[in-house]
C-alpha cells in the first residue's frame, strides 16, 4: 500500500520521502521491473499495483475504522469487498452519495494521511436503505476510506446472503 502511495504522489513534496522508499522498494524486488510499464523508448512511464495484493489491507483497515467507530468488531455474519471502480456498476457512487448525505468526515493519525467515513445502513418499512441507528440493526456498512488526501477507497460490509436494492 504505501509503494501505490509513493509512486501515485503527484510532486507534493511532502510525501517525496515516500515515493523514494516506493522506488527503492519496487527495485528491489525480484519481479520489480516486470511491474515497470514503459513506452516505446523505454522510459519509464507507470507502475501496475495488484488489485487483489491491495485488497487485504483496505479491508483489515475498514474492519480498524469499524472497530473505532463502533467499539467493537464486525460481526462474522457481515462479509466484506472493497469496491472494484472498473466494474462500472454505479454502486460506488451510490454508496459515497448515501454517505454523503449521512455522513461526516473523521480521521485517524494525521487528517492528511487518512481519513474516512462509515454509517450503519437498514432496510426501511418500504425496503429502501437508510441510516441504521445501531449495529444490532444494521443490514450493511458503507465506508469511504481516503490515503493521502488522494485516493479513495469504497469498502461495504454486509449481511452475508443479503440482495441489495437502491441506496437512497
Known amino acids: 500500500m504505501r509503494d501505490f502511495i509513493g509512486v501515485a504522489n503527484e510532486n507534493d513534496a511532502k510525501q517525496e520521502s515516500i515515493t523514494k522508499n516506493a522506488v527503492k522498494n519496487i527495485l528491489s524486488k525480484s519481479d520489480g521491473n516486470k511491474r515497470l510499464r514503459k513506452d516505446e523508448n523505454g522510459k519509464v512511464i507507470g507502475v501496475e499495483f495488484d488489485y487483489n495484493k491491495l485488497q487485504p489491507s483496505h479491508i ?3 474492519k480498524g475504522v469499524y472497530y473505532k467507530t463502533y467499539g467493537k468488531r464486525l460481526a462474522d455474519s457481515f462479509e466484506v469487498n ?3 471502480i472498473d466494474l462500472k456498476s454505479g454502486f ?3 454508496a459515497n452519495k448515501f454517505l454523503d448525505k449521512n455522513s461526516n468526515w473523521k480521521h485517524s493519525g494525521h487528517e492528511d494521511i487518512f481519513k474516512y467515513r462509515i454509517e450503519l445502513v437498514k432496510a426501511d ?3 429502501e436503505l437508510v441510516k441504521a441507528n445501531n449495529s444490532n440493526e444494521a443490514i450493511m456498512v458503507l465506508c469511504q476510506l481516503v490515503y493521502h488526501q488522494n485516493y479513495a477507497i469504497t469498502v461495504i460490509g454486509s449481511k452475508k446472503n443479503l440482495k441489495t436494492r437502491k441506496i437512497n
Request: hydrophobic share 35%.
Open 92 to 94: 460506488e457512487e451510490q
Open 82 to 84: 472493497v469496491v472494484d
Open 60 to 62: 483489515k483497515n475498514f
Open 125 to 127: 418499512a418500504s425496503g
